[in-house]
């Protein structure tokens, strides 16, 4: 009610319920006479006016102090944001190289850089604009994302009532790792369905996939940036027959698309009336994008609080804030460390988790390689490495540690304190449960921008993935001429590509196999021999996955690689639907392609093909290439 000599707060609610379903209208001069009577009643029935107000008014004052509390309490966490409350609760043991670190936040002040960045200013990185103006949407996407919240929430409740089982993406690099972050540390709710993410060509892990789900009780997410992306289209048309034969009679409804607006998938959404087509902002590049549509509309199909996510993410994100001293800013310091130690020579940022934030490495291998590997320069994410000894690690080392702190952390601890006491450098970065994330993301994302302006480098695209994708393409078309793959052209074995080593290297597993416990478990145990005999940091991708993650570094970051390639024969093999070849001819050609990009940039690289690609195979072809 508003009226002459009264007050009305018109809360947000109230505001939302007038808009939905009031109307402006002049009462309060009208129907005296029948509230005089209806409150006559009331009293006759025990409901006494002054027992109303009585309770409105107690109710009144104690939501007023309970909104004063809010304020204040909002307040404090403000001030706590902008103090850099991230960064004091960071336990950080440099080594001795304080001083490096300080240094570089020093120019950072000087050079007015994070100012910069939040304006927007590509001369941070780079004097040409190109792929860099247009690229910055990450840095406040959680205000983007906060209004599209509900829509997303609505969405996923909707789906999980019509009663889908699974839900499988299909999608490579930036628009699956960030979705692989959280089906791995959340897994699903109760009666939400479960989320497996497709990131391969090859026949073994998508007949895996198949074998597991109903396709007619599946949600299928194509999730391309560019909408071109081969590996999710051709996907699609293998998933959208298999629908079909299913009995579904509109495919289209058991598929959504995750997209920039304008491009061919969203085109293809409309034409074969896909459920929904989610339009991403266009200024976000995919590996930034976690925290937008593609890493959120996973998110919220297997019941995770994605507002929740967010309000962390932006927490972070006004601990970036241009107000904040860069001491104190979460994402400007680790930037500064990272970078700084890199250009000092320690380029291996060694990436150690808590269990239930490993896949965490993967995405952050991408969001570092792929950003800063180029020009010959770069750092070097190591992920998923085996702990080993001190002794074992070389000075070209720096370790983050991200320590969830409910989870089973004794191995990692131990390891990693005698690892601090041996001198190398360790940030330690704390996790008070896996919404966290949220933050983590953020930070990440500001670290690599301001890593990137440190070691001379623009962060933002990505000139060498293109030229595996080129010699794939050059490899499919000779098939289709010739009926056969050109031969592999890559002499050496695991011994001899080893003995070129050089300080400062790095051994690289390339494994285009299917990715199971068995197969982790062996080339778990090959880094664990190098690192023992050679000191030497290694990495494991699997591909294609790695082809939009690491493949980057791998061409256009410095020369210090030794790239192992493991390829296998297929045991079974399913053909791409409208296309002349099957997914085991793309699988080899991706391989193919990739060795012969490495070699035209003289990399040294050595190509293995085991029998099938089971372990004990992979085992016995290891073991046939030189003992370590």
Request: proline content about 5%; aromatic content about 6%; some cysteine.
């Amino acid at each position: 009610m508003i009226g002459q000599d009264t007050v009305n707060t018109l809360p947000p609610p109230t505001i939302q319920a007038f808009i939905d379903h009031g109307k402006v209208d002049s009462t309060l001069e009208r129907g005296g006479k029948e509230a005089e009577t209806l409150l006559g009643a009331l009293e006759s029935a025990g409901i006494g006016l002054k027992q109303v107000t009585d309770k409105l008014l107690a109710d009144g004052v104690k939501a007023f102090d309970d909104a004063y509390t809010k304020i204040m309490t909002g307040i404090e966490v403000k001030r706590s944001r902008l103090g850099g409350a991230a960064v004091r609760d960071v336990e950080t043991d440099l080594g001795g190289s304080e001083k490096i670190v300080k240094e570089a936040l020093a120019g950072l002040t000087e050079g007015d850089v994070v100012a910069r960045i939040w304006k927007k200013d590509h001369t941070v990185w780079n004097p040409r604009p190109d792929e860099i103006v247009n690229r910055l949407g990450w840095l406040d996407v959680t205000d983007v994302m906060e209004e599209r919240a509900l829509e997303i929430e609505a969405f996923a409740l909707e789906m999980r009532d019509a009663g889908f089982e699974d839900v499988v993406l299909l999608g490579m690099g930036g628009s699956s790792l960030g979705a692989e972050v959280l089906r791995t540390a959340f897994g699903s709710a109760p009666g939400f369905p479960r989320l497996t993410v497709l990131d391969s060509t090859l026949p073994s892990t998508i007949g895996a996939v198949t074998g597991a789900i109903n396709p007619s009780r599946t949600l299928f997410i194509v999730s391309s940036k560019s909408g071109t992306t081969t590996e999710p289209l051709i996907l699609y048309r293998y998933f959208t027959d298999l629908v079909e034969r299913a009995g579904v009679r509109h495919a289209g409804l058991n598929f959504i698309a995750i997209t920039d607006p304008g491009t061919p998938l969203a085109k293809l959404g409309e034409e074969q009336r896909f459920r929904r087509v989610f339009l991403n902002p266009p200024d976000i590049g995919g590996r930034y994008s976690v925290l937008s549509f593609f890493g959120l509309v996973p998110a919220a199909l297997i019941g995770v609080d994605i507002r929740v996510l967010l309000d962390r993410a932006d927490t972070m994100r006004e601990g970036c804030a241009s107000c904040v001293p860069v001491q104190n800013s979460a994402g400007s310091w680790l930037g500064a460390c990272i970078g700084s130690l890199a250009l000092e020579g320690r380029d291996k940022l060694t990436l150690v988790t808590s269990p239930t934030m490993a896949s965490f490495g993967l995405w952050v291998e991408q969001l570092i390689a792929e950003s800063t590997g180029k020009d010959g320069r770069g750092i070097v994410p190591i992920a998923g490495e085996p702990l080993a000894a001190p002794e074992q690690y070389g000075g070209d080392r720096q370790f983050v540690y991200l320590r969830l702190q409910s989870d089973n952390n004794a191995a990692a601890d131990s390891a990693l304190s005698a690892i601090r006491r041996s001198g190398q450098p360790l940030v330690v970065l704390d996790m008070k449960d896996r919404f966290d994330l949220g933050a983590e993301f953020y930070r990440w994302e500001f670290a690599t921008a301001v890593a990137g302006h440190i070691i001379g480098i623009h962060p933002f695209n990505q000139p060498d993935v293109q030229r595996a994708k080129d010699a794939t393409e050059r490899v499919l078309g000779e098939f289709v001429k010739t009926g056969h793959l050109p031969e592999t052209r890559s002499r050496g074995t695991l011994s001899s590509l080893l003995a070129l080593s050089q300080p400062g290297d790095y051994f690289g597993i390339m494994a285009y196999v299917q990715q199971t416990p068995e197969t982790d478990k062996v080339f778990a145990g090959l880094r664990r021999r190098v690192m023992e005999r050679y000191h030497m940091a290694t990495t494991l991708g699997y591909g294609p996955r790695f082809l939009h993650s690491t493949g980057q570094l791998h061409k256009g970051g410095p020369d210090k690689g030794l790239f192992l390639q493991v390829t296998a024969n297929h045991d079974t093999d399913a053909p791409v639907p409208g296309a002349p070849y099957t997914f085991g001819v793309v699988a080899d050609a991706q391989a193919l392609g990739d060795l012969q990009a490495l070699q035209a940039t003289g990399r040294r690289v050595v190509s293995l093909r085991a029998e099938s690609d089971s372990g004990a195979s992979i085992e016995s072809l290891l073991a046939g290439n030189g003992k370590l």
